[in-house]
């Protein structure tokens, strides 16, 4: 069974930078042929998909926060990560790592709460 752990900080101040990563236990992050994804929940609104890493490495992201946001792994950990930068107010959400690609999301996180606040 895979299972997903995220893990970082609970508050960031605006115009800094999120740092979160995803550690995967019960599957490999470069053998399962699927994508790892960042989604995530502000307050009141749906889920939001922020952006994948495919088992090869690919990285796509949501138009919306492309211009802000990275993917990345350490596979010698079986982690991703998410890094969001110029943090806002807005961007306070529960965030969720999971397995799956087209909207077919067969394993989740618990959620981060990340709160952005001075």
């Known amino acids: 069974q895979v299972q997903l752990q995220e893990s970082g900080p609970g508050l960031v101040k605006p115009s800094q930078m999120l740092s979160l990563t995803c550690t995967v236990s019960?599957?490999?992050?470069?053998?399962?042929?699927?994508?790892w994804s960042w989604i995530r929940q502000p307050p009141g609104k749906g889920l939001e998909w922020m952006g994948h890493?495919?088992?090869?490495?690919?990285?796509f992201y949501g138009p919306s926060l492309k211009s802000r946001t990275s993917i990345s792994r350490d596979t010698s950990k079986n982690q991703f990560s998410l890094q969001l930068m110029s943090m806002t107010p807005e961007d306070t959400a529960v965030y969720y790592c999971?397995?799956?690609?087209?909207?077919?999301?067969?394993?989740w996180g618990q959620g981060t709460q990340v709160t952005v606040s001075s």
């Open positions: 999971t397995r799956g690609i087209h909207d077919e999301y067969d394993y």
């Open positions: 019960g599957g490999s992050i470069t053998t399962s042929v699927t994508a």
């Open positions: 890493m495919l088992y090869d490495g690919r990285t």
